[in-house]
């Protein structure tokens, strides 16, 4: 039942993006000189190259803003929801694209060389921003109701985590924001022991459903409005909540473990008896 950790992605930092600009622009200049010049076929094949340059960038941009950290931190995933749309991998495939015309359409390379320059093209950007695999977290099999009960249930808290991982991101207050990621860590430790045990899903239905989900709508609402209103009583009420989200956290927890022992102990017993009625000491 519990999945591996999938692999993690590299970190791309925004600016990084700007990479591709600035490889671009002798594509750009190249595009207004032959059109200066008048020769429409070098003009047509340095533009494309140039547009298809800075779709890349664009693409990578706008990946870098969709925190893929939350790609690494995903564990759980519903069957339904794991697929997720590559933009790094689509801006790798423009980027070759834009290389192989630049190469072809517009120094005038043979095809062949120019499917050269685009693969190293692909090369270059794996190792400076990374690819995407098509799936987030790792499938688990659900092989009846019950399993897929808990898959979803697992999934969706794993959603309400990641949510409260990016708020404590976004809150420029250190404090509240060691909470918060405090408050996320004990949240997955709870989800790991259900994923080992699903039978506990039953007795951690409530924190899920009432804790979780407090704890993900008041850290995403303060993490969009705190930088709009600054007042200290509340980041105060904001302080105080936390306080007891992340006690409730850490009694489900010792709830949690409070019963695997409990169910120990009954195993222990149920052995004892069946050892001894074999005559067993």
């Excluded at 007042?231 to 007891?244: C, D, G, P, Y």
């Excluded at 989200?245 to 008896?273: G, N, P, S, Y």
Aim: net charge neutral.
């Amino acid at each position: 039942m519990t999945p591996s950790d999938p692999n993690p992605l590299p970190r791309v930092r925004p600016a990084g993006a700007w990479l591709l600009w600035i490889f671009s622009t002798p594509l750009l200049f190249a595009a207004i000189n032959a059109l200066i010049l008048s020769r429409l076929d070098s003009f047509f094949g340095d533009a494309a190259a140039w547009a298809l340059l800075a779709l890349a960038a664009l693409l990578t941009r706008r990946a870098s803003r969709q925190s893929p950290e939350a790609a690494e931190r995903r564990r759980f995933s519903q069957p339904g929801r794991r697929w997720q749309f590559p933009l790094r991998n689509v801006a790798a495939v423009s980027l070759a694209a834009g290389t192989c015309v630049a190469a072809v359409y517009g120094v005038g390379y043979p095809f062949g060389v120019g499917i050269g320059f685009a693969a190293v093209a692909v090369l270059g950007y794996h190792l400076a921003y990374g690819l995407e695999p098509l799936r987030v977290g790792e499938p688990m099999s659900a092989q009846d109701k019950e399993s897929r009960a808990v898959i979803e249930a697992l999934a969706e808290a794993e959603d309400r985590l990641i949510t409260i991982e990016r708020a404590a991101e976004a809150i420029g207050n250190r404090e509240l924001s060691q909470r918060l990621a405090r408050i996320a860590e004990l949240g997955r430790g709870i989800l790991a022991q259900i994923a080992e045990r699903p039978s506990d899903l039953r007795r951690a239905r409530r924190f899920l459903t009432v804790f979780l989900e407090g704890a993900e709508q008041v850290s995403d609402g303060y993490a969009r409005t705190h930088r709009h209103v600054e007042s200290a009583e509340l980041e105060q009420h904001f302080r105080t909540v936390l306080i007891t989200i992340e006690e409730q956290f850490q009694r489900q927890r010792e709830h949690l473990r409070e019963a695997d022992m409990l169910d120990l102990d009954v195993q222990i017993e149920v052995l004892k008896k069946q050892l001894e009625q074999e005559g067993i000491r």
